[in-house]
């Protein structure tokens, strides 16, 4: 074989086992948190996989990312340091006024640029932490943003964030949010529409015409206030419907619910209660498989599996036993070949049979936190504490237990946590893997560490 034709061969068995993608928006191109890249590490070094770079400047908030086109999208705050190195001044108060959609280089690490959205979130009393909680939406050269205020904006990423146009969920709306830690859903790109969740009593979901934010229809049959979730779409025998929970919140009836609207005129296929009482650990996005669709809560929740009939009618498969097994406050949980993988309450580990609902093994000791946040790729789970430790862990349903690769703690820990009105918050941004990259967020600090060999 010549030498040419033994370069090219050697080039495509490379490509066959390296597969790069980008993650253009919450959990990544289908919300499932699955990444379908490959040729990844499948064990770490001592110390963890190689930094690339670190971002230093995201400021206040939770907020997890959007890679698209050699670019990583975050929301974050301007950020001034107080004398003692914290980002409050002596009473306690965020030194931060604004928040921003920030674009960082893939690369480099280096900021492209940030575009205002609004002022800061934040609420009287609060101690879990102030700034924006979702993640941007990038759709071909336009990108969507909600703050915690309900500043929905859409900009232009080919003209450096410049402003198209913006709604405000609340004012422009009539929007309800369940409580008041703040508008924390993702938006949806479906096709020509901007699909969001202001909740309220002119409907739950709302579509909006991605180019001008006009709106083309809202859930009217479902009223409930907002959760802090974020939707999924999919196809349930021929239907395209938008999966999303929500908080029915009257005077002697507030309980939970999941529903399936309508993509095409909003109207409500199918309701069911997730739980049946003062609840604001709504947070998990709904997971699909097939014409199923699983659901967990938080806070005392628990976990449901509803099988969706042709008529689109849902009926409940766990048993009242194993509907408490897994309850996922927040962090969200991944399904991989037929086992649903993440945080439960209280402070374990889990992987949960989908079918049966059974626990098939949950770990207290290893990774032990309050909560965790969860992606996976190429059969391996992405486990971040919210005391800012990483795990590799297999994806694997062996009833011996969990288990655990590799392990790293990034480099810089935020000085945030812990201080006036974020007293009492962790780290709760998702991580995400992108382009061969893992990326993981610590409030103002971004980290990309290279997980291919």
């Given at each position: 074989m010549k030498k040419g034709s033994l370069a090219i061969l050697c080039g495509m068995l490379i490509a066959s086992y390296t597969v790069a993608d980008d993650w253009p928006q919450f959990r990544g191109p289908d919300r499932t948190?699955?990444?379908?890249?490959?040729?990844?590490?499948?064990?770490?070094?001592?110390?963890?996989?190689?930094?690339?770079?670190?971002?230093?400047?995201?400021?206040?908030?939770f907020s997890s990312f959007a890679v698209a086109k050699g670019v990583v999208y975050t929301l974050g705050t301007d950020l001034a340091f107080d004398a003692k190195g914290l980002a409050f001044d002596g009473k306690g108060l965020a030194l931060a006024k604004d928040e921003y959609v920030i674009a960082i280089d893939e690369k480099t690490g280096k900021e492209l640029w940030r575009t205002r959205i609004g002022i800061l979130y934040t609420y009287k009393g609060n101690f879990y932490g102030d700034g924006p909680r979702s993640?941007?939406?990038?759709?071909?050269?336009?990108?969507?943003?909600l703050g915690g205020q309900a500043d929905l904006v859409c900009l232009d990423i080919a003209n450096k964030g410049k402003e198209v146009w913006r709604k405000n969920l609340e004012k422009d709306l009539g929007g309800v949010i369940m409580d008041k830690y703040g508008w924390s859903e993702s938006p949806l790109v479906?096709?020509?529409h901007l699909i969001c969740t202001p909740g309220g009593p002119k409907g739950t979901l709302a579509a909006l015409d991605k180019t001008n934010g006009n709106v083309i229809w809202r859930s009217a049959g479902l009223t409930n206030n907002a959760p802090f979730s974020s939707m999924v779409v999919a196809d349930i025998h021929g239907v395209r419907q938008y999966i999303q929970t929500s908080y029915h919140d009257k005077p002697g009836d507030i309980h939970g619910e999941v529903s399936g609207i309508s993509a095409a005129n909003g109207k409500v296929l199918w309701t069911q209660t997730i739980f049946t009482n003062s609840n604001d650990g709504i947070s998990a996005s709904p997971v699909v498989a097939g014409n199923q669709v699983y659901v967990t809560a938080g806070f005392g929740g628990g976990c449901h599996l509803f099988e969706i009939a042709k008529g689109q009618t849902a009926t409940e498969k766990f048993s009242k036993a194993m509907q408490k097994k897994v309850k996922n406050?927040?962090?969200?949980?991944?399904?991989?070949?037929?086992?649903?993988?993440?945080?439960?309450?209280?402070?374990?580990?889990?992987?949960?049979?989908?079918?049966?609902?059974?626990?098939?093994?949950?770990?207290?000791?290893?990774?032990?936190?309050?909560?965790?946040?969860?992606?996976?790729?190429?059969?391996?789970?992405?486990?971040?504490?919210d005391d800012g430790e990483v795990g590799l862990v297999a994806a694997d349903p062996d009833p011996a237990g969990m288990k655990l690769i590799s392990s790293f703690t990034p480099p810089q820990k935020s000085a945030i946590p812990g201080n006036g009105t974020s007293r009492q918050s962790r780290i709760w941004a998702y991580p995400v893997v992108a382009n061969g990259h893992l990326y993981l967020r610590d409030h103002e600090y971004v980290f990309a560490f290279k997980i291919t060999p």
């Amino acid at each position: 074989m010549k030498k040419g034709s033994l370069a090219i061969l050697c080039g495509m068995l490379i490509a066959s086992y390296t597969v790069a993608d980008d993650w253009p928006q919450f959990r990544g191109p289908d919300r499932t948190g699955v990444s379908k890249e490959k040729g990844l590490l499948k064990a770490w070094p001592k110390g963890g996989p190689k930094l690339a770079w670190t971002y230093k400047d995201a400021g206040l908030g939770f907020s997890s990312f959007a890679v698209a086109k050699g670019v990583v999208y975050t929301l974050g705050t301007d950020l001034a340091f107080d004398a003692k190195g914290l980002a409050f001044d002596g009473k306690g108060l965020a030194l931060a006024k604004d928040e921003y959609v920030i674009a960082i280089d893939e690369k480099t690490g280096k900021e492209l640029w940030r575009t205002r959205i609004g002022i800061l979130y934040t609420y009287k009393g609060n101690f879990y932490g102030d700034g924006p909680r979702s993640t941007p939406t990038v759709d071909g050269d336009f990108l969507y943003a909600l703050g915690g205020q309900a500043d929905l904006v859409c900009l232009d990423i080919a003209n450096k964030g410049k402003e198209v146009w913006r709604k405000n969920l609340e004012k422009d709306l009539g929007g309800v949010i369940m409580d008041k830690y703040g508008w924390s859903e993702s938006p949806l790109v479906d096709g020509k529409h901007l699909i969001c969740t202001p909740g309220g009593p002119k409907g739950t979901l709302a579509a909006l015409d991605k180019t001008n934010g006009n709106v083309i229809w809202r859930s009217a049959g479902l009223t409930n206030n907002a959760p802090f979730s974020s939707m999924v779409v999919a196809d349930i025998h021929g239907v395209r419907q938008y999966i999303q929970t929500s908080y029915h919140d009257k005077p002697g009836d507030i309980h939970g619910e999941v529903s399936g609207i309508s993509a095409a005129n909003g109207k409500v296929l199918w309701t069911q209660t997730i739980f049946t009482n003062s609840n604001d650990g709504i947070s998990a996005s709904p997971v699909v498989a097939g014409n199923q669709v699983y659901v967990t809560a938080g806070f005392g929740g628990g976990c449901h599996l509803f099988e969706i009939a042709k008529g689109q009618t849902a009926t409940e498969k766990f048993s009242k036993a194993m509907q408490k097994k897994v309850k996922n406050t927040h962090g969200g949980v991944v399904l991989i070949d037929g086992h649903i993988y993440g945080h439960s309450e209280p402070g374990m580990w889990v992987c949960q049979n989908l079918e049966s609902g059974k626990v098939v093994w949950d770990e207290r000791q290893t990774l032990s936190c309050k909560s965790g946040v969860v992606t996976a790729a190429e059969g391996m789970l992405y486990f971040y504490t919210d005391d800012g430790e990483v795990g590799l862990v297999a994806a694997d349903p062996d009833p011996a237990g969990m288990k655990l690769i590799s392990s790293f703690t990034p480099p810089q820990k935020s000085a945030i946590p812990g201080n006036g009105t974020s007293r009492q918050s962790r780290i709760w941004a998702y991580p995400v893997v992108a382009n061969g990259h893992l990326y993981l967020r610590d409030h103002e600090y971004v980290f990309a560490f290279k997980i291919t060999p």
